[in-house]
Antibody
Framework: EVQLVQSGAEVKKPGESLKISCRGSKNSFTNYWIAWVRQMPGKGLEWMGIIYPGDSETKYSPSFQGQVTISADKSISTAYLQWSSLKASDTAMYYC????????????WGQGTLVTVSS | QSVLTQPPSASGTPGQRVTISCSGSSSNIGSNTVHWYQQLPGTAPKLLIYSNNQRPSGVPDRFSGSKSGTSASLAISGLQSEDEADYYCAAWDESLNSVFGGGTKLTVL
């Protein structure tokens, strides 16, 4: 079973940068894809992008391309979601999740990281 | 506006059978498998059905999925109070990204 542990809640100001993390099970981290999913307050799930830590192949949603950066460090079994300049509209819960293939269902999910952006 | 269309709400009484639809297009549901997620209040989503009709280990057989053409459905039989949750369909789109439905809030009356 894969376990995903996400970094803690963040409170940031508009314009600030942020990098949140998702740490996976050490033994199999390079054998599956990791997706990032946004959920704005009271809203539905939005797919942001996905990365294969084994070779860092990354795919982005057109809605998030250029707005965020997805990366991974397989040496420490961790995936990241990064913003260079946060906006108030980035306030949301962010989940990471694993998939056997990029087209597969997401079978394991992190607990979520709440990001609040407010002046 | 989500790429996959779901009814915003559904309801049923305990013991009833409820279905939730998910409508897409040839570039997503028509070309790839559909997955369903259950999100209980205040928790992370959980994979309920994958590859159109497969249940992960531990998911009761009261939950079933089907797909036909560019549409899919999730059926819940023997409805229970603990099934009250938000349900989302998802599929890979040939434009090289995954898409979710807007979600359906299921109320058990």
């Amino acid at each position: 079973e894969v376990q995903l542990v996400q970094s803690g809640a963040e409170v940031k100001k508009p314009g600030e940068s942020l990098k949140i993390s998702c740490r996976g099970s050490k033994n199999s981290f390079t054998n599956y894809w990791i997706a990032w999913v946004r959920q704005m307050p009271g809203k539905g799930l939005e797919w942001m992008g996905i990365i294969y830590p084994g070779d860092s192949e990354t795919k982005y949603s057109p809605s998030f391309q250029g707005q965020v950066t997805i990366s991974a460090d397989k040496s420490i079994s961790t995936a990241y979601l990064q913003w260079s300049s946060l906006k108030a509209s980035d306030t949301a819960m962010y989940y990471c999740a694993t998939a056997e293939k990029h087209t597969s269902g997401y079978d394991y999910w992190g607990q979520g990281t709440l990001v609040t952006v407010s002046s | 506006q989500s790429v996959l269309t779901q009814p915003p709400s559904a309801s049923g009484t305990p013991g009833q059978r409820v279905t939730i639809s998910c409508s897409g297009s040839s570039s997503n549901i028509g070309s790839n498998t559909v997955h369903w997620y259950q999100q209980l209040p205040g928790t992370a989503p959980k994979l309920l059905i994958y590859s159109n009709n497969q249940r992960p280990s531990g998911v009761p057989d009261r939950f079933s999925g089907s797909k036909s053409g560019t549409s899919a459905s999730l059926a819940i039989s023997g409805l229970q109070s603990e099934d009250e949750a938000d349900y989302y369909c998802a599929a890979w789109d040939e434009s090289l990204n995954s898409v979710f439905g807007g979600g359906t809030k299921l109320t058990v009356l």
